[in-house]
Structure formats: C-alpha cells, structure tokens
C-alpha cells in the first residue's frame, strides 16, 4: 500500500467514525425532542444571541430555503421568536426563547448522559484521555476555536 493508498484509508476511517459516532448521538431523542438542524440552530442563537436570518444561514452554512423551513418548525413549537431588531425597526431578528433553551438543554443532557454512559462502559482511562485529545483536534480542524458546552 503507498503513503497515499493508507492516507486515503485514514481518511475514509475518520469520516466512517465521525459519521456514525454523530448518528449514534442523534438516536437517543425523546418524541418531539428537537435534532439535527434544528439542533444546530438553537445551539448557535443560545451561543451567539439574537441574530439575523442571513447571519443565522451564513453560521450555520445552509440555503435561505432550508433555514426558512426550519424557522418555521421551530416558532410552531416557541423555540424561537423574531423580535424587531433595535437597530434596524424594519429588520427582524431571530432569538431563542425559554422553551427554546429548555429544549437544547433537554437535548444536550440526553447525548452527553448517553456518552458518559458509552465512555463509562467501553473505554479505558487512557482511551478516555484519547478521545478527549482528538476532540481537540477534531474541533481545531473544524475552525472551531472556543469552548462550547451546547453543541
């Protein structure tokens, strides 16, 4: 196998456990638990606050149409709101709401719980300390640079 034959299969085994480590993560949702983007969304306005519909897709990298679509299913359940924008009266802003912030919360204490559980029973200390390395890692590789605990 040549250098870039194994760089190659290191890669593809990354992206295989990344994906299914991400998708074991999303399974232990309650009925009407909010996921993916959804998700996403309510992690970045509890991150960032109120922000603007085109700020929102920018961070979050999706399509006006797709946002749209989320936002709509997110204020039918009052995770978020869109107040008038101070500074702008003819803008609206997109802000996460209390029941918004329970339900990352809820959410977020699911998945962790979930993985402290998968930790506790499958892996060593030192895999554990592993894990935890290549978080950092991975998150440096991602762009991600700051501590974030709803993600």
Known sequence: MSDADSHEADEAKIVRAVLRLARRLRRPALDGEVTGGGLALLASLHRQGPMSAVALARGEGLQPQSL?????????????????????????????????????HRAMTRRRAWLADAMFHHL????????????????????????????
């Open 68 to 104: 749209s679509r989320l936002l709509v299913r997110l204020e039918d359940r009052r995770f978020i709101e869109r107040p008038t924008d101070p500074a702008d009266r003819r803008r609206h802003l997109i802000a996460l709401t209390d029941a918004g912030a329970f339900a990352l």
């Open 124 to 151: 060593d200390d030192a895999d554990r300390r592993t894990l935890l390395a290549a978080s950092d890692v991975m998150l440096r590789l991602a762009g991600d640079t700051k501590e974030d605990d709803h993600e």
